[in-house]
């Protein structure tokens, strides 16, 4: 397994677009960590765009520059280490990630600290599983 981890990524990932004339990298992976309670509002910028044909949504916990909180219960002192989130995925073309990001951190922002960050990231290819269709038309 060491030797496949330092194999070059184009050397061990399969090369779906071999046959079909595509180049690579025509897409990305837009991944960004919110607040639950702007969820609906993110989901919502991101219908309006009409370049987002789905979205996968993950509950996470984590922390940032805030490194958790602290609350008090009966009395008592609780410190909240991890803060619940919600993590959106959404693959889309280059064209559209900088429609998609402004999107995003425009219904995301509130000002206060835990807004989020946004992650972008080369995708290598997509397959439809249904249909067999491969790269940004499979999106």
């Known amino acids: ?23 690579r990298s025509l897409m990305r992976l ?4 919110v607040r639950p309670e702007r969820l609906e509002a993110v989901r919502d910028a991101l219908n309006s765009l009409q370049v987002v044909g789905g979205m996968t949504l993950t509950d996470v916990q984590g922390f940032g520059r805030q490194k958790g909180h602290t609350e008090h219960y009966r009395g008592e002192e609780y410190k909240i ?25 425009t219904a995301a922002r509130t000002g206060q600290v ?18 067999g269709e491969q790269g940004a038309i499979a999106l």
């Open 30 to 33: 837009v991944s960004c960590v």
């Open 114 to 131: 835990g807004d989020g960050k946004i992650f972008v990231m080369d995708l290598e290819g997509a397959l439809r599983i249904r249909t």
């Open 81 to 105: 280490r991890f803060i619940p989130k919600v993590r959106i995925d959404v693959a889309v073309p280059v064209d559209a990630v900088d429609r998609v990001i402004e999107a995003i951190s």
């Open 1 to 23: 397994m060491g030797a496949l981890l330092s194999q070059e990524p184009s050397e061990t990932l399969p090369n779906w677009f071999a046959d079909s004339g595509m180049e």
